[in-house]
């Protein structure tokens, strides 16, 4: 059974920083795409960043590039989100997505396995 749990969440003062991180089990971790997807109160989910089985290849979305930085371990089947320079638009419930694909993709539909969420709230 696959489990993504994210943690590193919490309340932040504009300009501060964060590190969310994704622990996952059940699944061979080093051949699974990762990604980081994030829901603002009010709206739906959308696509923060992904990152390819070496970590090689990383994607952004446009809002959060220069920011935000997606990194993995896969000695420690974990994925991190590393949050710079927070605006009160970051806060939003962070998930933690999982695809077992070769390539990249931001795209929900593609990734099978979410995690629960951590909450970020950003005080301006």
């Known amino acids: 059974q696959v489990q993504l749990v994210e943690s590193g969440g919490g309340l932040v003062q504009a300009g501060g920083s964060l590190r969310l991180s994704c622990a996952a089990s059940g699944l061979t971790f080093s051949t699974y795409v990762m990604a980081w997807f994030r829901q603002c109160p009010g709206k739906e989910r959308e696509f923060v960043a992904t990152?390819?089985?070496?970590?090689?290849?990383?994607i952004y979305a446009d809002s959060v590039k220069g920011r935000f930085t997606i990194s993995r371990d896969n000695a420690k089947n974990t994925v991190y989100l590393h949050i710079n320079s927070l605006k009160p638009e970051d806060t939003a419930v962070y998930y933690c997505?999982?695809?077992?694909?070769?390539?990249?993709?931001?795209?929900?539909?593609?990734?099978?396995?979410w995690g629960q969420g951590t909450q970020v709230t950003v005080s301006s």
């Open positions: 997505a999982a695809a077992n694909r070769q390539t990249t993709t931001v795209f929900q539909d593609n990734y099978r396995h």
């Open positions: 990152i390819s089985w070496s970590g090689g290849s990383t």
